[in-house]
C-alpha cells in the first residue's frame, strides 16, 4: 500500500510540475525530398541552430531528434517564445542549407502543437526519442548522437567530457560554430568538437520530472501502439507496427478470446479496426487474424 501511495504521490508532482513550467509544444519540420544532412559536420551545424534559436527565443528545449530530413523537438515556454524559436530556426536553417548549395528552406513548413496533457506529453516525448530507433536499424534511442535520449536518466553523464565553456571560445570560433556575427549565448553553453552539446542546451532534469521514474520513461521509450499511429497522422508521417506489438493490442481489444479462435464476424470487425486505427498492412491483417487473403483484399482493396 505505501508504494502505490508513493506512485500516486510522485504522479501528482509530476502533473504539479507539469502545470507550473507549461505550456508545452511539440516543434516538428516537414519531411524534405533532399538531405538536410549528409555528414557529421552538417548534423553538428543543425544541433547548433537548434541550441541558437533556443537561446534567442528564451524557448526550453526539454527533448530533440534530428534526423536527415527533418526534426521533432518538444519544449517549454510561451507561445510568443516558440513562434519566436520557429522563426529563428527556419531562417537559420534556410541560410544554412543554401550555404551548402541546397534550396531554401524559407516556406519551411514547421508545425508547432501545444500539448494538452502530462500523459500527452510523455507520450510524445517517447515518440520523439524512438525515431532514431524506427528509422534506422543501427542505433538505439540512447546510442544516437543526434538526439536528446542519451541525456534521460543517465547516471554516467558524469563521466562525459563537459567540453569547452561557451565563453572561453574565440570570437572567431563562436561566430563559426553560430554560422552569424550575433554569438551572445548563454554561459552554460559548452562545445565539444564544434558542437553544442545537448547536455547544456536541453533541460534534461526537467524532461526527467515529468517522469514517475527512469522505469517509466524506458518503458515508453520501448513501447509503440496507438499512441504512436496516432501522433504520426497527425503530423502526416507513416508508420507501421511490428507484427508482435500489433499482436498485443488486438488481443486487448478481445482479453477473453484467442484471436486465432475468434468468429468470422469479430474477426472481420478486429480487421476494420486494424485499418483505421493502427494502420495495419492487409499482409499483417492476414497473418494475425488468420483471415484468407482475398477476403482482406476484398474488404481493403489494394490499387491497381
Known amino acids: ?15 504539479r510540475i507539469f502545470s507550473e513550467t507549461g505550456p508545452y509544444y511539440m516543434v516538428t519540420t516537414a519531411h524534405q525530398d533532399w538531405l538536410l544532412y549528409k555528414s557529421r559536420e552538417e548534423f553538428i551545424a543543425g ?16 527533448d530533440d531528434v534530428q534526423m536527415n530530413n527533418h526534426h521533432h523537438i518538444v519544449g517549454c515556454g510561451t507561445g510568443r517564445s516558440v513562434r519566436s524559436f520557429v522563426d529563428i530556426f527556419r531562417e537559420k536553417s534556410s541560410r544554412l542549407q543554401l550555404a551548402l548549395g541546397n534550396k531554401s528552406l524559407k516556406d519551411w513548413e514547421i508545425r508547432i502543437d501545444e500539448v494538452v496533457d502530462l500523459r500527452q506529453l510523455r507520450n510524445r516525448i517517447g515518440y520523439v526519442d524512438r525515431n532514431a530507433f524506427v528509422a534506422r536499424l ?28 561557451w565563453k572561453e571560445l574565440s570570437i572567431a570560433r563562436q561566430r563559426s560554430i553560430c554560422h552569424s556575427h550575433e554569438v551572445n549565448l548563454p554561459e552554460k553553453y559548452r562545445v565539444l568538437d564544434s558542437m553544442i552539446l545537448r547536455s547544456s542546451f536541453v533541460d534534461y532534469k526537467l524532461t526527467e520530472s515529468l517522469f514517475n521514474s527512469a ?30 506489438e500489433v499482436f498485443q493490442i488486438v488481443g486487448g481489444w478481445y482479453p477473453d478470446q484467442k484471436i486465432s479462435m ?19 498492412t492487409n499482409k499483417q491483417i492476414v497473418q494475425i487474424l488468420r483471415l484468407e487473403a482475398n477476403i482482406v483484399e476484398q474488404l481493403f482493396p489494394i490499387p491497381r
Open 1 to 15: 500500500m505505501q508504494e502505490k501511495n508513493s506512485y500516486w504521490l510522485r504522479e501528482k508532482e509530476c502533473e
Open 138 to 165: 543501427d542505433s538505439m534511442p540512447t546510442g544516437y548522437p543526434w538526439g536528446s535520449a542519451y541525456l534521460f536518466f543517465n547516471g554516467n553523464l558524469w563521466m562525459m567530457s563537459e567540453g569547452e565553456p
Open 215 to 244: 522505469n517509466q520513461y524506458f518503458s515508453m521509450l520501448t513501447r509503440r501502439g496507438e499512441a504512436d499511429v496516432e501522433i504520426a497522422r497527425m503530423l502526416g508521417e507513416g508508420i507501421q507496427l511490428p507484427n508482435e
Open 262 to 280: 475468434m468468429g468470422l464476424e469479430t474477426k472481420l470487425v478486429a480487421a476494420q479496426k486494424m485499418k483505421k486505427q493502427l494502420g495495419c
Open 47 to 62: 544541433t547548433n541552430l537548434v541550441a541558437v534559436s533556443a537561446a534567442h527565443s528564451e524557448f526550453t528545449v526539454v
